[in-house]
């Protein structure tokens, strides 16, 4: 990697979905990039299997953050897997490309006041970075830096889940990046080859050579260093070495995700002035709305036990999935969204078998709110993470919901030749009021939390950022990532972090002509 520089025209924190896109973007238009990325170089070869992410979680490239206890889920602390790797989560995800209804875009539209974010004028970015397999088409790109594949041969079980959900009523999708997302189908995959296709290596692996680019990996941020109201640059150390600044001429970019960049923020003084307090920082920017609005797709196990043991599959274990709706959702887009994995996905408190399978109820609609906040004015601290998860009724409900659906399909003909019994949450758990404490007791995340630097229309005193997405009373400072977002997507979040970096990246080019 290159060595550190004394400035930049542009400083970028984190080399994940947004910020990969990001980097390159600026580097195509003729800027110097300098990138700090909290972890290591992204060779482990577990990253670049499809197979191979289960193993990725808890280990090294992984930041290893439990939630605070969440006192609707029986004060269990939750394991929050969040990428500290080039790629940043997308080299640890499960690589599913969904980017989420047309709906989502719109309402973020309506939040911010600027349709520069409804879902007319973010299609074309989405397109933008894609290389999809089907090549260009109304809904895919067919040259952009990310190989999008189809679903390879898949599993017999996977290929059970489609035809039992079919059988149960729901619609055949064969795209769920089409017209139309609510139904069952095989995923789309950021794959190539065979491997894994991180945001890294998509869009500055072909480029990592470039003179104008400078990588900096294992770079704990430290603060933002301000001069006066403007952002000038980031004070960072790598290992036990002093810290040192990488220096922006131009801008600073945080692309830190929904954990990493409102602590950054926070680091430097720039949230709520009490909290910042009461951890010892200076308040420089009162700003209330950093570390708000925390939330996170919910995700649980319907576990089953098979006759014998299941083949190994060739694809990233996450072939099959459903999008629909709970009972008291109202409007086109989908609220739920199982998964199917033809391996045993464990569930708090529930015994794991040798051989099996899961359908995992999620939600990709939650109404519950939390909050991000410091541990302490230490850096190498983790954040304190309070999803709040469960708190509204409906998450509950709409929880339950999904778990009687997947159970649905469980039960179906389709799995009749592998089902041997059902683990959990197994027969005797009959009642709606069982399966609440079930969910209670085994809600997870999917993986998929925003929203701490939100952004919103002038005059929202709790938008972190403007739709411009530059970060309120500091000059020179942008938020490009999940952060930002008002509302998560109903769909994996991985896509729309990459168009994101893209929309952000037009954002600062325009700002810079």
Partial sequence: MSQPQTSADYVVVGAGSSGSVVVRRLLDAGHSVHVLEAGPVDT?????????????????????????????????????????VLGGSSSLNGMIYVRGHAADYDSWARATG?????????????????????????????????????????HPLSAAFVDAAVEKGHKRIDDFNAEEMVGAGYNHTTTSGGERVSAWKGFVGPVLDHPNLTVTTGALVHRIVLGGSRAIGVEFSVGSNSPERAYADAEVVLSGGALGSPKALLLSGIGPAEHLRSVGVDAVVDLPGVGENLHDHLLL???????????????????????????????????????????????????????????????????????????????????????????????LEAMVDAVELCREIGASAAFAPWRKSEIAPGPATTTRDQLREFVRQTAGTYHHQVGTCRMGAPGD???????????????????ADASIMPTVPAGNTNAPSIMIGERASDLILGAAR
Avoid: C
């Avoid at 408190?349 to 939390?370: C, D, H, Q, W």
């Avoid at 909050?371 to 998860?389: E, G, H, K, Q």
């Fill in 461 to 479: 005193n709790h938008a972190v950022v403007g739709p411009d997405l530059r970060v309120r009373g500091v000059d020179g400072l942008r938020v």
């Fill in 301 to 395: 196990s319907n576990i089953y036990e098979s006759y014998e043991p299941l083949t190994a599959g060739t694809n990233n274990l996450l072939e099959a999935q459903l999008f629909a709706q709970s009972s008291g959702w109202v409007g086109g887009a989908p609220d739920l969204q199982p998964l199917f994995m033809h391996i045993p996905y464990p569930a708090d408190g529930y015994p794991v078998p040798e051989n099996g399978y899961t359908i995992a109820p999620g939600l990709v609609a939650p109404k519950s709110r939390g909050t991000l906040r410091l541990a302490s004015s230490d850096p190498t601290a983790l954040p304190l993470a309070d999803p709040n998860i469960l708190a509204d009724p409906y998450d």
């Fill in 44 to 84: 482990d070869p577990a990253i670049h299997s499809p197979q191979g992410w289960p193993s990725l979680l808890g280990g090294d490239h992984d930041w290893g953050l439990f939630t605070t206890p969440q006192r609707h889920a029986n004060g269990r602390r939750i394991f929050w897997p969040r990428g500290k």
């Fill in 114 to 154: 600027d349709d520069g974010w409804a879902w007319s004028n973010v299609l074309p970015l989405f397109k933008r970075s894609e290389s999809h397999e089907l090549g260009a088409n109304e809904y895919h790109g067919g040259d952009g830096p990310l190989p999008v594949s189809l679903m390879g041969t898949p």
